[in-house]
């Protein structure tokens, strides 16, 4: 990875000051990653010993898997050690320092010992003359499928494409195994303990593609012990002044004589003694980032905003036996209550939250956990050891599910396929490992779909259907109708309303409520490679929205008095374009006597619509070629109108016995759901004469709770 370290003389602003010893003395050390396992190098020892410069990484692997063949490890060291000798971080020191601080981090985690040898020849095959083929010989397929994983791809064969092809390489092999993203975060998080003697605008680069894709990555592994200091590292970089005024807070904090913490964990402690629950109550201070966002939104700070607590006991039973007993003999602060053991988020994280409140007005957050979730919250799909070694619970035919490939990878790396521009990929990459949180929503079948919080219908519908989604034509949520743009939350039930035809188009508008990369790509792809649909599928996508009926009228076959003039049926409308077919346009529902204009669209059909239409200028802006038209003798026209009401009973029949007093037909009539007791009634009516439309009109408007009625306009998003 061509990692460089820190000279130790000029160390750079690029490793956060460590938190004053004040502060650490309050708290068990957690999983200590700051360390920089600097080691001697190989000196003479037996081949069947392990060589000092392992030692501390054995010591730490030891601890999380007390019975580890470490003959893998020595002699993944051997190899690494001789294939790096001679090269040098610019500090000065051995290659091969970086390796081993790597795979120091992660036996720290508690990595197995396969993931810890491929760890210790991440770099050998990019920077020595070690191939993926040795490897395979001396160490199996598994390891080197992980150190093929981590390597970079040349910027000599890929030139500016590199990083982000590298990063997509990484991410298809992190899909079949997740331990390659966990040697990645790993060795990020040593090269950025180390960037300080990189130039200034290099250290910021690096910082902001960690903030970018790393760091998020971190996240959604559940690899909070990475993703912490990755945070407080990438802070000092890109905000130094933020950073250093948020230590100076820490470091007052932690010179004042009164401890709110402290107090609150004995009084906790104590609290557990009388219900005889076996526990173990930390403090756990917050890392810099965690106090700046803190302090951000709070303003002043006090004591316990410095940390929590965190309460460890065995079972899962005795978190909620823990919660009762605080909630019962200390003031609970309900709002900040929340159950992640029942109900995981979506990185494997698993623990009760709550706050209680302090005699005087302080609140103590406090987290409730077992030491098993414990773990996996440092460490998250570290924590799981190998999960592709057979278990004795699985199958015969070796096929189970794989804990580790959770909704959103398998979202990541079927977008990815669609997205062959490196540009395209970066830029979604970003867009995508943004949004941090995850739904659930579920189908009528009882299947399930993960989705970003945000996600619409439409984002729904291409994460079932794939591209087949373009012949999505609405939605119903909890059994209600409603529109693609609906954004869903967590638990809807949806179904997809799919249409029969198989030339069915995506709407341009979808992109604007398409929150998912899958979505945006397949919208895009089709419109890229139909470009000429685009201006007259908007004006037909809005009369399918509001209503088609009124846009489909029929030629009526033209009589000899008419020779040569096309008609339509309903109000006239006449054109000297022999054999075409003529249809008002739903999205502005033309009636004499209307300024009227029309377009050739595909068929053979020509659209009329209302000169004022917005797909009129649409049109013209994609120079679409206007066609005179003009309205005929007869009167008899249809219509669309929009009504906007109240809810209330008996409204729909007071509104249609409206509608038939006036001698108006309903061709069609469609009732949106109730929004903030506001209801939507759009009716397509067959007018005898056109000048029955103000009336018309004025009746509607006179219904109880009626406040408006309008003519139907579509409006066009603007391009």
């Known amino acids: 990875m061509s990692a460089e370290a820190t000279n130790p003389a000029n160390p750079g602003p690029a490793a956060p000051a460590a938190a004053p010893a004040a502060v650490r003395r309050k708290s068990r050390a957690r999983i200590d990653l700051r360390r920089l396992g600097r080691a001697a190098l190989l000196g003479p020892t037996a081949r069947d010993k392990l060589p000092d410069a392992i030692s501390h990484v054995v010591d730490a692997h030891r601890a999380h898997h007390p019975d580890a063949d470490l003959e893998p490890l020595r002699r993944a060291y051997v190899l690494a050690e001789s294939s790096h000798r001679g090269q040098m971080r610019k500090s000065g020191e051995p290659y091969i320092t970086h390796p081993l601080a790597v795979t120091l981090i992660l036996a720290e985690l508690g990595a197995e010992t396969t993931t810890l040898t ?279 035919d070796g096929e189970r599910a794989d804990p580790t490939r959770p909704g959103w990878l398998s979202r990541l790396l079927d977008w990815q396929e669609a997205a062959p521009d490196p540009d395209t990929f970066w830029s979604t990459l970003r867009e995508d490992l943004a949004q941090d949180r995850e739904i659930t929503v579920f189908r009528p079948d009882g299947g399930a779909l993960g989705l970003p919080e945000g996600a619409s219908c439409v984002d729904a519908a291409y994460a079932q259907y794939g591209e087949d989604a373009h012949a999505c034509i609405g939605a119903r949520v909890n059994g209600r109708l409603a529109t693609l743009s609906t954004v869903l939350r967590d638990g809807d039930t949806v179904q997809l309303l799919m249409g029969q035809d198989p030339a069915s188009e995506p709407s341009r508008e979808w992109l604007e409520h398409a929150h998912t990369a899958a979505a945006r790509i397949a919208i895009q792809r089709w419109l890229a490679a139909h470009p000429g649909g685009s201006g007259e599928a908007r004006a037909e996508e809005a009369e399918r929205a509001t209503g088609s009926a009124a846009g489909e009228a029929a030629l009526r076959p033209p009589g000899p008095e008419s020779a040569g003039v096309t008609r339509s049926r309903g109000a006239d409308v006449l054109l000297d374009r022999p054999g075409a077919t003529v249809r008002l346009a739903g999205c502005c529902t033309p009636v004499p006597p209307d300024a009227i204009t029309g377009f050739a669209v595909r068929g053979g059909v020509v659209t009329v619509h209302r000169v004022e239409c917005a797909a009129v200028a649409e049109m013209n802006n994609r120079g679409r070629t206007e066609i005179d038209v003009r309205w005929g003798d007869t009167t008899e026209c249809r219509v669309t109108l929009v009504a906007e009401s109240f809810g209330r009973p008996h409204l729909l029949a007071d509104l249609t016995e409206a509608i038939a007093l006036a001698g108006v037909d309903i061709v069609s009539a469609t009732v949106e759901p109730p929004s903030q007791q506001r209801v939507r009634h759009t009716y397509t009516l067959q007018l005898p004469d056109a000048a029955h439309l103000p009336g018309l009109m004025r009746a509607m408007r006179d219904v109880p709770g009626v406040f408006d009625v309008a003519r139907a306009q579509h409006q066009a998003p603007a391009s």
């Open 118 to 396: 491929a760890s210790l020849l991440h770099d050998t095959v990019e920077d020595t003359d070690v191939t993926l083929d040795q490897v395979r010989e001396q160490f199996g397929e598994e390891v080197r499928y992980l150190v093929d994983g981590v390597t970079k791809l040349e910027k000599v064969d890929y030139g500016a494409a590199a990083e982000p092809e590298t990063f997509r390489k990484m991410l298809v092999a992190t899909g079949s195994d997740v331990r390659v993203m966990s040697i990645k975060l790993a060795d990020r998080l040593h090269n950025m303990r180390t960037l300080g003697v990189m130039r200034p605008e290099k250290q910021e680069r690096i910082a902001k593609v960690t903030r970018d894709v790393l760091i998020p990555l971190a996240e959604r592994l559940g690899v909070q012990a990475l993703k912490t200091e990755l945070e407080d590292l990438v802070f000092a970089i890109l905000h130094p002044e933020e950073y250093e005024h948020t230590r100076e807070l820490i470091a007052g904090n932690a010179a004042h004589p009164d401890d709110t913490l402290a107090e609150t964990a004995e009084s906790v402690r104590a609290v557990l003694r009388e219900a005889d629950i076996a526990a173990e109550v930390l403090i756990r201070p917050r890392h810099f980032v965690s106090v700046h966002r803190v302090a951000r939104k709070r303003g002043q700070l006090r004591g316990a905003d410095f940390g929590r607590l965190l309460v460890l006991v065995a079972e899962d039973a005795d978190c909620y036996g823990v919660l009762g007993e605080l909630h019962t003999c200390m003031t609970p602060v309900v709002s900040e209550f929340k159950d992640f053991i029942a109900v995981p988020k979506f990185n494997l994280y698993q623990s009760l939250h709550t706050a209680v409140a302090r005699a005087d007005g302080q609140v103590v957050e406090v987290l409730i956990r077992t030491h098993q979730m414990h773990r996996v919250a440092e460490a998250g799909v570290v924590a799981l050891g190998n999960p592709y070694a057979p278990g004795a619970d699985d199958p015969a």
